[in-house]
C-alpha cells in the first residue's frame, strides 16, 4: 500500500476524532449543563468501571447487576454515537455537494457500455446524492446504535462472570465487533454487493456503499478513555460534564451512591 494513502488515512482519522470531541464538548456545553439537572448529570459522569466494582461490592448480582451496568454504559457513552453521526453527516454532505459542483470526468470512450456516456439532469444527480446521504446516515446511525448497545451488553456480563476489572475492555471489544458484523450485513443492504466486497472501515469515500474512510466503531475514542482504567472518554472521561456536576451539587440534595 502506498506509504502517502496510509498516512493521509492517519491524518485523515485523526482529525474526524478530533472533529468528534468538539462537537460532543459543544453538545455538553450548550445543551446538556443547561437544559439537565444535577442528577442527571451526576449520572452521566460516572465512571463505568467504578460504577460496576461499587455494585459487585454492594452485592448486587444476577440479572439486576447486567441490567444495571448496561444502562450506566449506554448512558456514559450516548454522546459517543451522536457526535460521530453528526460528523459523519457533515463530512458525507460536503462529499455530496463537492460531486455535484465538481463531477467526476467521463470514462474514455473506448470503455463506455451501452447505455453508458448519456448526460444527467442536475435534478437526477441532485436526487442521487440526497438518497446516498439518506442511506448513509441511516447506515452509520444503524451500526453505532447496535455496537453500543451491545459493547454495554457485553460490558455487563463479562462484570458479571468475569469481574469489574473487564468494564471497559469488553464494552471496546463488544463495539468494534458489532460493528464490523453490522457493516458486512447493512452496507450490501443498502448499496448492493459492491459494498461487501470493500475492506471492512473504510474505502476511499468516493464510491457508492461501503464506509468511507474515518468512519468507524466509537471504540478507537473509547480506547482513549480508558487508558487510566477507567471508563470511555464519554462520561467520567467529560471534565466539562464533572466540573458542571461538582458545581450543582452543593445547589441540590441529590444522591450520588451508585
Known amino acids: 500500500m502506498d506509504a502517502g494513502k496510509v498516512a493521509a488515512g492517519t491524518l485523515w482519522l485523526s482529525l474526524r ?71 459523519q453527516l457533515i463530512t458525507d454532505s460536503f462529499t455530496a455537494v463537492t460531486r455535484l459542483l465538481f463531477p467526476p470526468p467521463p470514462p474514455p470512450s473506448s470503455s463506455l457500455q451501452a447505455g453508458q456516456g448519456l448526460v444527467i439532469s442536475p435534478v437526477k444527480a441532485t436526487g442521487v446524492q440526497i438518497v446516498w446521504l439518506v442511506k448513509r446516515t441511516l447506515s452509520y446511525s444503524i451500526k453505532l446504535t447496535l455496537s453500543t448497545v451491545s459493547g454495554a451488553l457485553l460490558s455487563a456480563v463479562c462484570v458479571r462472570y468475569v469481574g469489574p476489572w473487564t468494564t471497559s475492555y469488553a464494552y471496546i471489544l463488544g463495539d468494534m465487533l458489532v460493528f464490523q458484523t453490522a457493516s458486512s450485513l447493512i452496507d450490501p443492504l443498502l448499496f448492493g454487493a459492491a459494498a461487501a466486497k470493500r475492506p471492512l472501515g473504510g474505502s476511499s469515500g468516493g464510491g457508492i456503499g461501503g464506509a468511507s474512510a474515518g468512519e468507524g466503531s466509537t471504540a478507537s475514542t473509547a480506547a482513549a478513555g480508558t487508558a487510566g482504567g477507567g471508563g470511555a472518554d464519554f462520561g467520567a472521561g467529560s471534565p466539562f460534564l464533572a466540573t458542571a456536576a461538582a458545581g450543582g451539587a452543593g445547589k441540590s440534595r441529590i444522591s450520588t451512591s451508585h
Open 17 to 87: 476524532e478530533m472533529a468528534v470531541i468538539t462537537v460532543r464538548r459543544a453538545l455538553e456545553h450548550f445543551y446538556l449543563v443547561p437544559s439537565v439537572s444535577v442528577r442527571w448529570l451526576w449520572k452521566l459522569t460516572k465512571d463505568p468501571t467504578q460504577s460496576a466494582t461499587r455494585k459487585v461490592t454492594r452485592g448486587v448480582a444476577g440479572t439486576r447487576l447486567i441490567t444495571s451496568v448496561t444502562v450506566t454504559n449506554v448512558r456514559a457513552h450516548f454522546l459517543s454515537p451522536l457526535s460521530s453521526v453528526a460528523v
